[in-house]
């Protein structure tokens, strides 16, 4: 393995660089986009359970923004709820746009890296075959090891190139995915919250028990 990576020139340093920086940010994401942590699918129920039992003081609002992403976002919206219903989606707004932000972290990041490893592995190759190229004028074709070498260059680039930029995109898409499908759900509960608390809909009934069961 070291062999190869020595046969591939300087530009292996690079590419090997912006794979371990992939690999980084990769797992970082994965380990933080977790969708229990950043917006539990039962935390909105705890909330109508701590309304219908009148235990939502400022001691739940504080637990409630220490939670989750999600449990900031609505806990703005609860902190400003006598405001009106415009002021109250406007601070939802505001602290969504920051958690999302949050989320987003390092994407555009990793984003590049797969864009840009391909061509790194290019440019590899195009040095490698520059470098074949001039010992043919300066020794002819005679010499098979030294045009080898060349090419070997011009390949190993290309390929770790690839190697680094596929997963790097698969990884990319899945995370963007995820914080696209977290962002939606967290949306949806932000509506709910909204409407319940401005009497555009009710709160149902099993809601709430799940949200006694949850507290059990």
Known sequence: MLEIIQSGGWMMVPIILTSVLAFGISVERFWTLRSEQIAPPDLLARVWGWMKDKKLDSDRIRELQDSSPLGRVLAAGLVNSRHGRQIMKESIEEVASHEIHE???????????????????LLGTVIGMISVFSEIMIQGTGQAAVLAGGISEALVTTAAGLI????????????????DEIVVFMEQEAIKLVDVLHGDREVVDNTVDKAKASKK
Not at 103 to 121: C, D, H, K, Q, Y
Not at 164 to 179: D, E, G, K, N, S
């Open 103 to 121: 989320m987003e972290r390092f994407l555009s990041a990793l984003g590049t890296i797969a864009a840009v490893a391909p061509l790194m592995g």
């Open 164 to 179: 680094i930029a596929i997963p790097a995109l698969i990884c990319y898409r899945t995370l963007q995915r995820r914080v």
